[in-house]
């Protein structure tokens, strides 16, 4: 029987980002990033994470902020036929996912926000991309901290029912 490559995967990173030295919630963070990055329907390749950098974590009351960026290769293992090793390619795609994660406080921590942008490496200088992330993760970080959120459409269009 086959396994997935969404089953197999994530250990496999795991065990190497163990080995980088990060948390917890940065491993998990990463293996959320490639589940993402491998869900999209133009990624036909399984890709492996090079390096994360930029880390951050933060503490606060509403919980922890985890945002990082991860550097992944394009590998020759097709996504739908994934084997035990892939041969990172060299000379192919290298693209770059910004992650910001805000997790609450609970003894096994649940995503109470998250935001993803993953592209070409040379994409994420452009000034604008560059701009929205920092929104957006700004915007994740203040996840779960009560009265100052802001109010987006839709938030709360399902918190009351029809009068009884």
């Not at 399984?46 to 590998?75: C, H, M, N, W, Y």
């Not at 993803?116 to 040379?122: A, D, E, M, R």
Request: with cysteine; glycine share 6%; aromatic share 8%.
């Amino acid at each position: 029987r086959r396994l997935r490559w969404s089953r197999w995967l994530p250990l496999a990173l795991g065990v190497a980002a163990v080995a980088a030295g990060q948390s917890p919630l940065q491993r998990r963070v990463v293996r959320d990033v490639l589940e993402y990055f491998h869900g999209r329907s133009n990624v036909h390749f399984l890709f492996k994470e090079r390096d994360v950098d930029g880390v951050i974590e933060r503490e606060d009351p509403s919980g922890t902020f985890v945002q990082l960026r991860v550097a992944l290769a394009q590998t020759a293992c097709r996504k739908r036929a994934p084997q035990r090793h892939c041969r990172v390619l060299e000379s192919r795609r290298k693209p770059i996912c910004l992650a910001c994660y805000k997790f609450d406080t609970s003894d096994v921590p649940k995503v109470l926000d998250k935001y993803h942008n993953c592209g070409p490496s040379h994409h994420l200088a452009a000034k604008e991309i560059r701009q929205r992330d920092e929104a957006e993760c700004r915007a994740v970080e203040e996840a779960g901290k009560g009265g100052d959120t802001l109010y987006l459409p839709g938030m709360f269009a399902f918190s009351r029912g029809l009068p009884a």
